[in-house]
Structures are given as C-alpha cells and as structure tokens.
C-alpha cells in the first residue's frame, strides 16, 4: 500500500510546493487507510521522486529514493528553480513482505538503448513469481519487489510511445491474470531519440479490492490550466483541503497521457478496460 502522485506544470515551484506538503501529510497520516486499517497511518519504508524538465530548449532530470521514513533523514524536495516545464512522480512505501531496501524503494529506472528511459512508482500487487519467468528474472524473485519486476516487463514489452501500444501493454499484465489488488501506475517516459516526454497515470483496482476504491483510487486535481496533477486519494484529498483545489475521481480503467510542452500540456484521457 503506497501513496503516488504525478505533477506537471508550466508555472513556477509554488504549486510543487502545495503538492508536496500534502504529499508528506498523506505519507506520514494517511487518514484514508486508517479507515480500513486501524493504526496502520503511515508509509513509512521509504520515499522517493524523479523529474524532467525542459529550460531554454534543455531538458534536465533527477531522481531521489530513499528506504528511510521521509522525515527521518531530513531530506527535502529539490527541484530547479527556473524551468518552461516539469513533469514530476513521487512515491511513499509501505509494504508487508516485500524486501526494505534503497534498491526496492520507488521510483525505479529502466533504460532501453536507442529507444527511450522510464522513471517509474507503483500502488497495488501483483503476482511477481508469474511475472519474473517471462523475463527470466526468477531466479531473483526474492530480493526484488514486485514493483520492480513489473518495471522490467514493461520496459521490456513497450515496443513504441504511442498512446494506443502502451495502453495495449498495460492490458495484457491485466489480462495475465496477476493483478492481485491494484495496478495504480505514474510515470515518465523520454524518447531518447526525439527528446520528446510524456506522463502516464494508470488507475486500475481489481474486483476483489472493489471495497478499498475509496483508498486505491487515483484522482485528477483542477490546479489550473498550467498545472494538472493526479494523486493517491488522501494527497489529492489533502490538496482540497488545505488549498480547495477541486478533485474528481478517476474511473476504473482510466489512463491519462500527459504531454507536457513549453506552450501548454496536452491531456490524452483512454481506458484498458475492454
């Protein structure tokens, strides 16, 4: 169980700001998951966010994970201080059974050469014995998440960025049978060749978990016509809250595309649900 977020705008740090206060409020008293876990508040097994930004026709990144609680090391956020645009992804971990370590905390990394680099976080389950022996990662099921398994499928399945292949590829890890709660996904993907970036949030929970939607579900947060983000439900709860930005939830199935530009972000909304 884990709380995710995926920001992108064309402003200035303020509202990164906003996002993250929320972000860590969420992490450290999550008072959604408290309704269905009494004393399970915080994720307190790590943290961690990656970001791109485009600057004077430049691109730079970062990413940061930790497996510490996010205030136990007082570290904080940093992001450039002047940018055209940014698309970020942040993450916070709680686990039962899965290995606590810097390598299994979020966001991972993978890179195909010639092709394109994703920045990945997850929320859910999935079954990642079945998933590891499609890419002959069994022999390592042990000491990675299953988070990090499924980051190695789809950099290894997602043949183009087109919108449509990648929705094609989120429905067959559905159609495999081995999301056990949800598949709640936020990312960043860079085309190597073109430089070109995109955003993806997947907001996917199974039948079984139906009764924890209120917890699993994404949703969208109105920040403006510059500034989008979709977030866990208790950060995006907390941003009304404190801020009283609206918040829809998003449908079952949705996949949002976020196409952040120096002039605007394009939003492209699809469904993997058939």
Known sequence: MCRIAIYTSLEDESKIKQLYKCFRLGTLYDFVLDRYRRGRRSHNHGWGYA?????????????????LPILSDGMRLAVPRYFDW???IMHSRLTSGEPIDVVNAHPYSFSRVGRFSMWFVHNGSIDKEKLSKDIGLENFVKDYSDSFILTQWLGMNIKTLDSKDIVEVLY???????????LN??????????????????????KESA????YYSLHIVEMGSRTMVIASSTIALYLNKFYKYKTKVLDNGTVVILYPTREEIELETLSITK
């Open 172 to 182: 067959r890890i559905i159609d495999l049978g081995i999301v056990k709660s949800a």
């Open 185 to 206: 996904i936020a990312a960043i993907v860079l085309d190597e060749m073109q430089k070109k970036v995109l955003g993806v949030a997947v907001n996917y929970v199974t």
């Open 51 to 67: 970001y791109i930004y485009g600057f004077q026709n430049d691109m730079g990144y970062s990413m940061f994970k930790t497996s």
């Open 86 to 88: 940014i698309l970020m």
């Open 211 to 214: 009764d924890l939607y209120d």
